[in-house]
């Protein structure tokens, strides 16, 4: 080994009375693959954004190759060979695929003196060991699995030496991170050297050689992934044992059969169609299948996010006529959309704000919103949910990504409703957050309301969810019980193969 790359020694940062990161160190090896790992708000991305030029630190010294280095803007970071592909996506959506890679090359490359053709070459070269994409696609147009893989590409057109990755699988199947991995550990032979974020533990130990864990802001420990086990690292990073069991699910016998949402016959003329199924009262009801096979539009379908142009949605036996969103609001039908920034939250708005934002008349007196009612119910959330902050009045901007993730959970439920749907609710959640998020829909299930949970992650899927309905190209393909579900059988489903059962025979097996 030729020793360390980069050595991070007694860095510290503060945010106004936050201190994210407070005397940290961390060395990166040249060639391996390191993963950083620590609850929501440890100070993970604070510390890569020091890295990447991107925050300049309070204090502290950052070495490449032994020499100290002064990482003042991103430019300057790119210049000596440090990308990050960040947590948060931010790509410009009004143009292409390839433009938004190219941004990030003209850093003073030699890619600047290529021309346009062969950028687009290159550009779609880089894209396609990733995903099918064609890169004169706009972004905006593109799903928000893909939009990460863009995201991705981007940082691969840099010749980096030190290529940071923020929770880059957050957001995408099981299938494009394989890919993902298999194209880390290519960069890995070629000698780059590697920090790996992720909140899921089988991923770290399937890829990285070392990990470090840091919580509150501070640098805990750095082990070989042969030396430690997944349980250790949860343990270090919260700093007490942890049961990452998921609830009881919901007990036959409990089974009231009084249906509190049923879709009938749904179908936009576009993305889905023919879409039925039934939601019990204190049940908590999965869909799967793959990103891309319409899961999202026929949420988006039931709450008005998107017109539908045949079917019907019947809430507590009533049949609703939803427009809108806000006509899915007032029915009680509540959407966590599975891109935060672009529908859930209002950035630059507080806390307390955002979790008030959908339902103003449960915090307004005589016309003017009463900020005390506000900051309580903003506490009673901040609480339920542990979202680490400064303080209610604070911007969500300031909160880390899996804060702020929570903070669109509670704006959803801040309106009590009577069904809740929601897309990849625990993505960017660390593994402790998760299960309180799970227990938490559990309860609510129990107090009576019906959950329907969209997720990628099959093992949330299959722990979490009463029955399972699997999507495919738009259509339910089948539907599987608590005794038939099994991540080969949503899988099979899922991609078509093995036998296709239509929801409704499911639905007379279940009731016989
Ligand atoms: N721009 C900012 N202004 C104010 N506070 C901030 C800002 N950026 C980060 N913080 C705070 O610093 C702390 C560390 O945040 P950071 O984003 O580094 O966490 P993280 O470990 O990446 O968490 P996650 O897993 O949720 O992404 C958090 O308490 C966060 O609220
Ligand atoms: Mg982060």
């Known amino acids: 080994m030729s020793g360390p790359v980069l050595e991070i020694r007694h860095v510290s940062k503060h945010f106004g009375a936050i201190r994210a990161l407070d005397d940290v160190d961390f060395t ?31 204090e502290g010294e950052i070495r490449l190759d032994a020499k100290a280095v002064s990482l003042s803007s991103p430019a300057s970071a790119k210049a000596l060979g440090i990308g990050l592909v960040h947590q948060e996506i931010a790509l410009c959506p009004d ?56 995201e991705i590409a981007k940082a691969l057109t840099l010749d980096c030496r030190v290529l940071i990755f923020d929770e880059p699988t957050a ?42 864990v840091f919580r509150d802001g501070r640098y805990v420990c750095t082990q070989t992934v042969a030396e430690t086990t997944p349980d250790e690292v949860v343990r270090r990073m919260v700093g007490r044992e942890i049961a990452q069991l998921y609830p009881a699910k919901l007990d036959e016998e409990d089974r009231t059969g009084e249906v ?29 299948g793959l990103i891309g096979s319409g899961r999202t539009e026929i949420a988006e379908g039931i709450c008005g996010l998107r017109p539908v142009t045949v079917g019907e949605v019947v809430l507590g036996g009533r049949r609703q006529r939803i427009r809108r969103y806000s006509d899915a609001v007032a029915a009680g039908i509540v959407y966590l959309s599975e891109d935060r920034k672009g529908s859930g939250l209002f950035l630059d708005l507080s806390i307390a704000g955002n979790v008030s934002a959908l339902d103003l008349d449960r915090v307004t007196r005589f016309g003017l919103v009463d900020r005390e009612a506000e900051a309580s119910q903003a506490n009673e959330f901040s609480r339920r949910l542990s ?64 959950i329907v949970v969209i997720s990628s992650e099959l093992p949330e899927l299959l722990g979490l969810c009463d029955r399972v309905l699997v999507v495919r190209e738009g ?36 009731a016989a």
Do not use: W
């Open 387 to 450: 979202i680490r902050m400064g303080g209610i009045d604070d911007p969500v901007s300031s909160l880390s990504g899996g804060n702020q993730q929570k903070v669109a959970i509670a704006k959803q439920l801040a309106v009590e409703p009577r069904v809740i749907i929601m897309d990849e609710p625990t993505r960017g959640i660390d593994v402790g957050a998760k299960s309180e998020i799970h227990r938490l829909l559990r309860d609510l299930a129990s107090s009576g309301i019906g």
């Open 95 to 150: 143009i292409s695929v390839a433009e938004n890679m190219f941004m990030a090359a003209t850093g003073g490359s030699r890619k600047l003196f290529m021309n346009y053709a062969s950028l687009m070459r290159e550009a779609q070269a880089v894209m396609s060991r990733l995903a099918p994409v064609d890169v004169r696609q706009r972004v905006g147009t593109l799903p928000i699995s893909t939009q990460q893989l863009v």
């Open 475 to 510: 259509r339910v393909a089948g539907e599987l019980g608590a005794e038939e579900m099994s991540e080969e059988a949503v899988m099979r489903l899922a991609s078509g193969i093995g036998k296709n059962r239509q929801a409704k025979n499911a639905q007379a097996h279940h």
């Open 260 to 288: 509190v949402l049923s879709v009938r016959g749904l179908g936009d003329g576009e993305r889905f169609a023919h879409v039925s199924f039934e939601l019990e009262k204190g049940e908590i009801l999965g869909i799967g």
């Open 171 to 212: 957001a995408l199947t099981e299938t494009e991170a394989q890919i993902l991995f298999g194209i880390i550990r290519d960069l890995k032979a070629q000698g780059i050297s590697i920090i790996y974020i992720s909140h899921r533990m089988a991923e770290i130990f399937a890829l990285c050689d070392r990990v470090t």
């Open 28 to 58: 990166l090896e040249a060639g391996e693959i390191h993963a950083l790992c620590g609850e929501n708000g440890a100070g993970k991305s604070t510390l890569m954004n020091i890295i990447a030029g991107v925050l300049r630190p309070d």
